[in-house]
């Protein structure tokens, strides 16, 4: 799915029924955790610990899909994919990227927020 656009919320609202309430739900758990998993990707990739780092990427790729994190969705989904290639030489740049573009990511929640009624 690659895409340029850090935050859709509106999709993301769109493929829950548009349920405001589920997404802050999901979003809290999402701000919850990732911080941690992105630590626990850096520390994978530096130990060579690619099953843990595929498992951590794909839980991220799957929670910032859904709360309209597409970008950051695509750059773990990439990470995911290259370990099951077993590309492991091309991961450094998509593992440089991943904590950047989740501050892109909270940025675009602050703003964008405020459009949803709820706050990061």
């Known amino acids: 799915m690659n895409t ?3 935050l859709d919320i509106k999709k993301a609202l769109h ?3 548009n349920d405001i309430d589920i997404y802050r739900e999901i979003l809290e758990v999402f ?6 998993l992105i630590n626990e990707i850096k520390e994978d990739f530096s130990n060579k610990a690619f ?3 595929e498992r ?5 790729k799957s929670t910032a899909r859904t709360i309209g994190g597409m970008k ?3 750059i773990a989904a990439t990470i995911e994919n290259l370990i099951k290639d077993e590309d492991c030489s091309s ?6 990227q991943i904590e950047p573009e989740f501050q892109l990511l909270l940025q675009a929640l602050k703003i964008e927020g405020k459009n ?3 706050s990061v």
Do not use: V, W
């Not at 991961?91 to 440089?96: A, R």
């Open 4 to 6: 340029n656009k850090t």
């Open 15 to 17: 493929e829950m029924g």
């Open 31 to 36: 701000l919850e955790d990732t911080p941690r």
């Open 51 to 53: 099953k843990n780092l």
């Open 56 to 60: 951590k990427s794909h839980s991220i």
């Open 72 to 74: 950051l969705g695509d």
């Open 91 to 96: 991961l450094e740049p998509f593992i440089n």
């Open 116 to 118: 949803f009624n709820f």
